[in-house]
């Protein structure tokens, strides 16, 4: 889903650190930004279900779910209620551009309070709402702190964590959304109950205390040593390294760092870096990973979940409940990402989730064609509970794949030269599909009605499709020797790395050895290519 991370991987190997209280303390305040993040992306779609809501903001939409002339798969189209979804996202996709250079001139614990203060405020405009313009720029300000979270939050974990905690730590942002999600869920299910028709706007409210969580810690939190070596502050960059890492031998890393930001500061114009040939398919990877993860249509159901199962029938308590069982589904299959990730790596966790996710969709399908008519009250309990097993099938599919790993990957291929631009065109792609699947959703259940879970079906086909032929492994491979050991000996990508091998003549067939920067390391550029049916 929306959200997500970069890890970063130092050049060298692993350097002395211990896993320092200040480490802990810091990665679980700026964590909280993902809390954030996920609380507003769960929270939306408990209050859109919500009778005092609609009444006073979509009363349209309202009198559509009480009268029985709607089709039930339309009785939710309407554009301005998924506006009130979708505008975080368009608001968090324009923000972006902003956080990315308050990020790197100001520093990510800077950026973080940024985003604090924009999710504060836009909390209290939405729970004290008085009409659609306040709702509505509410959650405009809302997207504004989810674009200077993204990019600060993800950045500071993966730098100051350890090089051996790093990826587990990176994780740790997705599995903040999760639970941020199912903890809307609850609290939507408690204020549903409430009566006087307030409950929105407790919900709503509720989001001020992860919101509070970044700002505290935004305040309380060290500056990262890359983010002060970057702004020249050297000496303040030694020391917070010093204390971070629990031990006085931080000379290695420190000087690591520092090259690595003088490397950094040679790259002039490092979104066109990215569009040269050499770097066309770390590009096309993380562009496609993007557009994929939203194509698999989880955030719509996540977003929704509470509309989608009044639509199949559900009861108000039973598609609140239902919500909240497929949000601790997705809390608990991120923990299982958590571990293995490292282990059977990324190729064997989306392939199978592919297949899981497909066969899930499927079923729900076909038993919303056959069971769920166009004016049906309710759907046959045994009906129900297929249809929410096969949606948490779907979710936990989703949570140990897709959902962390459409970040994860694209951080580890791009080279230091590139990764702070295909960083902003990751997370811009990322948030244009979100805004545009929850823009469209409501739209589209209308009028593909079941057909819905087929349309994201076929998306899981050809995304399990791209993952098989042309997603190489990059599972204990260093981002320095990415272009080596996968790039050059990758079946299709290779013939992009030809014009990077040095001394090589793109125009020939040459399979020589090659002597690079004058070590005696060797590159052979048409070998050990892959097969495409070898990776079945």
Same mark, same amino acid.
């Given at each position: ?30 964590? !909280? ?8 992306? @769960?929270?939306?779609?408990?209050? !859109? ?52 250079? !308050? ?7 800077? *950026? ?104 505290? @810690? ?77 194509? *698999? ?13 009044? *639509? ?13 069982? !497929? @949000? ?49 009250? %309710? ?13 948490? *099938? ?27 631009? @295909? ?81 090589? %003549?793109?125009?020939?067939? %040459? ?26």
């Amino acid at each position: 889903m929306a959200g997500g991370g970069f890890a970063t991987s130092s050049a060298g190997g692993d350097f002395e650190a211990k896993i320092t209280p200040i480490v802990i303390i810091s990665c679980i305040m700026a964590a !909280t930004g993902g809390l954030m993040f996920g609380y507003d992306v @769960g929270v939306s779609g408990g209050v !859109t279900s919500m009778d005092p809501f609609l009444k006073k903001f979509f009363p349209v939409v309202y009198r559509k779910t009480k009268e029985d002339l709607d089709s039930n798969y339309c009785k939710y189209d309407n554009q301005g209620l998924q506006l009130f979804t979708s505008s975080l996202y368009l608001a968090g996709l324009t923000s972006t551009f902003f956080a990315s250079y !308050t990020t790197r001139r100001l520093g990510r614990r800077l *950026t973080m309070l940024i985003a604090g203060l924009f999710f504060i405020v836009g909390v209290v405009l939405n729970a004290a709402a008085q009409d659609l313009a306040m709702l509505i720029i509410g959650r405009i300000l809302l997207g504004c702190g989810v674009g200077f979270a993204n990019q600060a939050v993800p950045l500071f974990l993966s730098e100051i964590a350890p090089t051996r905690i790093r990826g587990a730590l990176n994780i740790l942002f997705q599995l903040n959304v999760t639970i941020g999600i199912l903890f809307a869920n609850l609290v939507n299910y408690g204020t549903a109950k409430i009566k006087g028709g307030w409950g929105w706007r407790l919900s709503l409210g509720l989001a001020g205390i992860p919101a509070l969580l970044l700002t505290v @810690g935004a305040l309380l939190v060290v500056e990262t040593p890359n983010s002060l070596i970057e702004r020249g502050r050297l000496e303040e960059g030694k020391t917070v390294l010093r204390k971070i890492r629990g031990t006085d031998n931080i000379e290695p890393e420190f000087q690591e760092l520092v090259e690595a930001s003088r490397v950094a500061k040679l790259v002039k114009h490092p979104f066109k870096n990215l569009m040269q040939r050499r770097n066309r398919p770390q590009l096309v990877i993380a562009v496609a990973l993007q557009i994929f993860q939203q194509c *698999t249509g989880i955030n719509a159901i996540m977003f929704y979940a509470p509309v989608l199962f009044k *639509t199949l029938g559900f009861h108000d308590d039973a598609s609140l409940y239902s919500a909240v069982i !497929t @949000g601790a589904v997705n809390v608990l299959s991120t923990l299982v990402s958590i571990y293995s990730v490292d282990k059977v790596g990324r190729r064997v966790l989306l392939l199978e989730a592919g297949i899981q996710m497909f066969f899930s969709q499927v079923v729900i399908a076909i038993i919303l064609g056959i069971k769920v008519k166009e004016h049906s009250e %309710n759907l046959h309990s045994t009906y129900a509970i297929i249809v929410v097993v096969m949606v948490c *099938t779907f979710v936990s599919a989703f949570a140990w794949s897709w959902g962390p790993l459409g970040w994860l990957i694209p951080s580890e291929t791009f080279p230091l030269e590139t990764r702070s631009a @295909g960083q902003s065109v990751t997370v811009c792609v990322n948030l244009l599909f979100t805004f545009v699947i929850a823009q469209a959703f409501l739209s589209m259940l209308c009028h593909f009605k079941f057909g819905i879970f087929i349309f994201f079906s076929g998306w899981v086909l050809i995304m399990s499709f791209f993952v098989l032929f042309l997603l190489p492994e990059t599972k204990n491979i260093p981002i320095e020797e990415m272009t080596e050991r996968v790039w050059k000996k990758h079946w299709f990508w290779k013939r992009f790395m030809d014009d990077h091998v040095e001394g090589f %003549n793109s125009y020939g067939d %040459n399979d020589e050895e090659t002597v690079v920067n004058g070590s005696d390391k060797k590159v052979y550029a048409h070998n050990n290519g892959f097969d495409p049916a070898s990776q079945l």
